[in-house]
């Protein structure tokens, strides 16, 4: 019960190593091309707040629906939610990036555009960073009182913080609804400024619920590889599967839902999103984010075998978290470089953001000891069964 996560020295140099690609990367970026830069900052840290989102929404639902199947496993996204403190740091440079990143920054830009003006008073520089600063005192804020609770149980047993730690994630579940929309509109949505999409925060967040649903599978899985969570069986297996199955179909679902609307409506002002995404160099992109989130999953998890299989999940859960990159690279890209560009600054800032965020998860997780031992549904967890 009290086995902790020892982080060895192989570990911590691959870690090393990738964030040294991704340091030189970002230099050669900004020294040859800021543009992409830039562009590059943006995506990496909205993919990373998307994963951490979403494993921590995982975490308060389970903590409030009492979910005692994974409860094994909650030390994992308890450890991604120390990721919420680097990912705030590594945001502040993006905010002197905004003027290559989003028109609505330019003052010249919004003088003569009337939609850009009717807009200003929430799309402004200074109100930007002042909501950037309120969604991460929210996220961390909330996150951190959660761990607190989580290991006072570990030391005192009872209910007392099991029932603090339901009540503050149903506050935080609450919050999201909140802040993680409103970052998506300033981060994300607002880079094509004279677009809007109402499905927008709702495609966002089940994208990153989604993915964060396949890390914490992926991680479970590697450790018990590594001999860490020993009790993880094949009904552990199913069931976050199943998790990832129906959230690949909502997934679609959401995405399918923006894309359909919008091209029959067939408005100018609502297409202008689509049209570089579907007729020109992105188009094979734009369809090979549904065939990798949907499809590939969905047919590979219908058959039985799989769902029980280590090997093949791990294969399938790396090319899904490679399918939110794509996801978020068209989200991104087509609006601030309006050109395809995958080199060494996308695949070396990417494998630097793997790496950063590796070493901080497996710091965090090996604080603690891997199982919340007093946790009142920790053994029927452990002996999950159907």
């Known amino acids: 019960m009290d086995q902790k996560l020892v982080i060895s020295q192989k570990f911590k140099t691959a870690t090393f190593i990738l964030m040294g690609i991704g340091f030189i990367a970002f230099v050669y970026a900004f020294v040859s091309h800021p543009e992409r830069g830039w562009a590059n900052l943006l995506i990496n840290n909205y993919y990373f707040i998307a994963l951490t989102v979403g494993a921590t929404f995982y975490l308060a639902l389970q903590n409030v629906t009492q979910s005692h199947w994974s409860s094994g496993f ?12 680097v990912l705030f740091i590594l945001m502040i440079p993006v905010m002197f990036g905004l003027h290559s990143l989003y028109h609505w920054s330019h003052a010249d830009a919004v003088a003569h555009d009337a939609i850009l003006q009717h807009k200003a008073p929430f799309l402004n520089v200074p109100f930007f960073i002042i909501r950037y600063l309120i969604y991460f005192a929210v996220w961390i ?70 993915h964060a649903i396949v890390l914490v599978l992926l991680i479970a899985i590697l450790m018990n590889k590594l001999g860490y969570f020993p009790y993880l069986n094949k009904y552990h297996l199913k069931d976050y599967s199943k998790y990832i199955f129906v959230l690949c179909i909502i997934w679609a679902y959401t995405w399918f839902s923006q894309y359909i609307l919008i091209w029959y409506a067939n408005l100018p002002e609502e297409t202008v999103y689509y049209m570089p995404r579907t007729k020109g160099e992105f188009t094979p992109l734009f369809y090979t984010e549904l065939i990798v989130n949907w499809l590939f999953p969905f047919l590979m998890l219908l058959l039985g075998k799989v769902t029980s299989n280590k090997n093949i999940l791990m294969v399938i ?39 950063l965020f590796a070493y901080v998860f497996a710091w965090s997780l090996s604080r603690k000891p891997l199982i919340s031992k007093n946790h009142p549904l920790i053994e029927e967890s452990i002996k999950h069964h159907p």
């Open 74 to 85: 909650n030390r994992i996204p308890y450890a991604i939610a120390n990721f919420f403190p």
């Open 141 to 210: 804020g909330l996150t951190q009182l959660l761990r607190k609770f989580t290991f006072k149980e570990d030391l005192v047993g009872g209910l007392k913080y099991f029932e603090k730690t339901e009540f503050f994630s149903k506050v935080y579940i609450f919050s999201l609804a909140f802040t993680f929309s409103l970052a998506s509109f300033d981060w994300i949505m607002s880079i094509d400024a004279h677009w809007f999409s109402t499905i927008f925060a709702v495609r966002n967040f089940v994208m990153g619920f989604y």
């Open 317 to 355: 859960m790396i090319i899904l978290l490679l399918g939110q990159y794509i996801d978020v690279y068209m989200q991104v890209t087509v609006g601030t470089l309006h050109h395809l560009n995958i080199g060494f600054i996308e695949i070396g800032g990417f494998l630097g953001y793997i790496g």
